[in-house]
């Protein structure tokens, strides 16, 4: 198993109320030349926690990061416009996040949590995670 020391939190920077799924987003990353999904979580809009890479697999989530994080990702994180990050999060999103973050570390004790925009130039994932988990 990978030594995992991060959890970042993406958003797929698509607009509020607009649900995604994994078979969206690998479509995305293989235009984008990657394998397959490069998160390892998709938090739907509804709350629900899909699986995307396994965890045993390297992440193609952000650059420099990637060999010991876990990606997980929400459906939104965008204005109307796809450019504008926003915090677009469901009801349902916030706990989902919370939950899994919680059992994440349960599995990888001491690991922190950050925000896509906490280690790259992006607006990634649309709030501060320091404040928000």
């Known amino acids: 198993m990978r030594h995992i020391t991060t959890i970042i939190i993406h958003s797929t920077a698509t607009p509020a109320g607009r649900d995604v799924t994994v078979a969206d987003i690998t479509a995305w990353h ?3 030349g990657f394998a397959t999904i490069g998160y390892h979580f998709l938090i739907g809009l ?8 396994p965890i045993a697999q390297v992440g193609a989530h952000c650059r420099g990061h990637n060999a010991h994080s ?3 990702a929400y459906a939104g994180g965008a204005r109307a416009d796809c450019r504008t990050p926003a915090d677009t999060r469901t009801p349902a999103q916030r706990a989902a996040l919370r939950l899994l973050i919680s059992r994440l570390r349960e599995r990888f004790p001491g690991v922190k949590v950050c925000g896509h925009r906490d280690l790259a130039p992006t607006g990634c994932p649309g709030f501060d995670v320091f404040a928000d988990i």
């Open 30 to 32: 293989r235009q984008r």
């Open 46 to 53: 509804d709350g629900t926690i899909h699986p995307g890479r």
């Open 70 to 72: 876990i990606g997980i």
